[in-house]
C-alpha cells in the first residue's frame, strides 16, 4: 500500500504556480545521506530526530525557493512553494524545523516514507513541465557538483584568476601550510572529517577548469 503522509496550514485559494521542491535540494542533506548509506534507515532515523533541532544548510535550490517565496511576500498569493520528501513525518519534523529557522513560508509538504514522492505532485497542483519521463535519480554528488559549477561561474564573473580563486578557498594552497589565515575553516575540517579531502576546494578548480579551460 502506498503511504503518503501530508503536512498542510495553507487554506487559501490555490495558486497560479505551485513549484515543488525537494527537501534534498532545498537544503544540504549529505551528511544524513551519508549516515543512512553507512548505517542504515534505523541509523538514519535517529540521527534526524536527534538532530531535530539542529538547522539544516542551504541546498543548491534553496536561492530559488528564497526567490520564488519573495514573489508571494509582495502581496500575491499566485506563486506557491511545497515540499517533497521522501522522508517520514517524524524525520522530517527537522527539515520543517529548518524551514522556520530560515523563515520560508512553506506550509504544505508530502513525506512519503521512502518511497517516491513524485507521483503525488499533482494532487498539489503542480505538473512536469515539459517533462514525461521517469523521474530523476537522486545522487548526493549531484548537489555539491552544481554548486561548485556556480561558483566556478561567480569566479569568472567577477574576473578572478585561478590563482585568486585558489587564494579565497585556501590561502595555504597558495602560501603554503604555514600561512596564518584560513578563509573556509569550518567547511575544510567537516569535509575532511566526512569525504578525507577538502572537497569543495577540488571540485569548484575542477569545475573551473572544465568550464573555462578554453577561454
Not at 46 to 69: M, T, W, Y
Not at 101 to 108: E, P
Not at 135 to 163: C, I, K, M, N
Not at 164 to 181: Q, T, W
Request: no cysteine.
Amino acid at each position: 500500500m502506498n503511504r503518503l503522509e501530508t503536512v498542510s496550514t495553507n487554506t487559501h485559494r490555490a495558486p497560479r504556480l505551485v513549484v515543488a521542491i525537494s527537501s534534498h535540494a532545498l537544503f544540504d542533506l549529505d551528511q544524513a545521506n551519508q549516515v543512512f548509506e553507512e548505517e542504515g534507515e534505523e541509523a538514519y532515523s535517529r540521527h534526524q530526530i536527534d538532530n531535530e533541532g539542529e538547522p539544516l544548510s542551504h541546498g543548491v535550490a534553496f536561492p530559488l525557493a528564497k526567490k520564488l517565496l519573495a514573489l508571494k511576500g509582495k502581496g500575491t498569493d499566485r506563486v506557491e512553494v511545497i515540499l517533497i520528501s521522501r522522508n517520514s513525518a517524524d524525520t522530517g519534523l527537522r527539515i520543517f524545523n529548518s524551514i522556520r529557522h530560515h523563515n520560508l513560508d512553506i506550509t504544505r509538504a508530502a513525506f512519503t516514507r521512502g518511497e517516491s514522492p513524485y507521483r503525488y505532485i499533482s494532487a498539489f497542483g503542480t505538473r512536469d513541465l515539459g517533462y514525461d519521463g521517469a523521474p530523476f535519480a537522486w545522487s548526493p554528488e549531484r548537489p555539491a557538483l552544481l554548486r561548485a559549477e556556480l561558483d566556478a561561474y561567480y569566479a569568472r564573473l567577477y574576473g578572478l584568476t585561478r590563482d585568486e580563486l585558489r587564494y579565497i578557498l585556501d590561502p595555504a594552497d597558495i602560501y603554503g601550510d604555514d600561512y596564518p589565515s584560513e578563509t573556509f575553516r569550518v567547511l575544510e575540517s567537516n569535509e575532511t572529517r566526512l569525504f578525507g579531502e577538502y572537497r569543495t576546494r577540488r571540485l569548484v578548480l575542477e569545475a573551473s577548469d572544465r568550464l573555462f579551460e578554453k577561454h
